[in-house]
């Protein structure tokens, strides 16, 4: 199998409940912040992003929550899928060079 | 279909080899990236470059060149002066300060 998704934390989450992802991010400059989904195998997908003049953005069963006082970020799912099992990690994005990855959550869905 | 394709999947390297990861976009991005994934870590900025013939080193650019000979090619040489290659590598592409799109990825395995 693929080793992308070893060591990272694991969430693991019953079929049709809401799953939360949490992300602490580093530079308090960073204005821009991106969620990506990777399957197994598989190239990041882009979720669902928010810049920094925002607390809350809302996509298609996804929400994302930004708090800049504490640095942190949060990927909300609502009835979680199975689709939903992936590895799920956030971007910081201050420029070309300056975008930095958190390792990532594996989320497991529990049918 | 508009997106990002690698090439190939999978690619095996014998030691004191050079291997060409091909990577091609037509979104019409001007900036491309390749990072390197290992396990248990954030992806790692390998190169990038924000215009054609243009490129800047990223944050292990070591044992790696890359060329920018057109708008919609970027592709990665991984040198033998690179003393652990097995990783899998993502090519990705965007507009300016806008998330990266990724490509499905190649695995690279030393033998």
Not at chain 1, 6 to 26: F, K, M, R
Not at chain 1, 78 to 97: H, L
Request: some cysteine; aromatic content about 10%.
């Amino acid at each position: 199998g693929e080793s992308v998704g070893l060591h990272l934390p694991t969430l693991s989450v019953q079929e049709g409940d809401n799953s939360i992802i949490n992300c602490a991010y580093s530079n308090s400059a960073s204005d821009y912040f991106i969620w990506y989904k990777q399957e197994s195998g598989k190239g990041p997908q882009f979720i669902i992003d928010i810049r920094s003049n925002m607390d809350k953005r809302q996509g298609q069963r996804v929400t994302v929550l930004l708090n800049k006082t504490v640095k942190h970020l949060s990927l909300q799912i609502a009835a979680t899928q199975p689709g939903d099992s992936a590895v799920y990690f956030c971007a910081e994005n201050r420029g070309y060079q300056k975008v930095t990855f958190g390792i990532g959550t594996k989320l497991q869905v529990i049918p | 279909d508009g997106g990002i394709t690698q090439s190939p999947k999978y690619l095996f390297r014998k030691e004191g080899q050079n291997v060409t990861l091909s990577c091609e976009q037509n979104l019409n991005h001007d900036a491309m990236y390749w990072y390197r994934q290992d396990p248990g870590q954030g992806l790692r900025l390998i190169y990038y470059s924000q215009i054609v013939n243009d490129f800047q080193k990223g944050d292990i650019a070591e044992g790696y060149s890359v060329s920018r000979e057109k708008k919609e090619s970027f592709p990665l040489t991984v040198t033998s002066a690179q003393k652990n290659p097995t990783a899998f590598y993502l090519c990705a592409s965007s507009q300016p300060r806008d998330e990266q799109f990724f490509g499905p990825g190649t695995r690279l395995t030393v033998l």
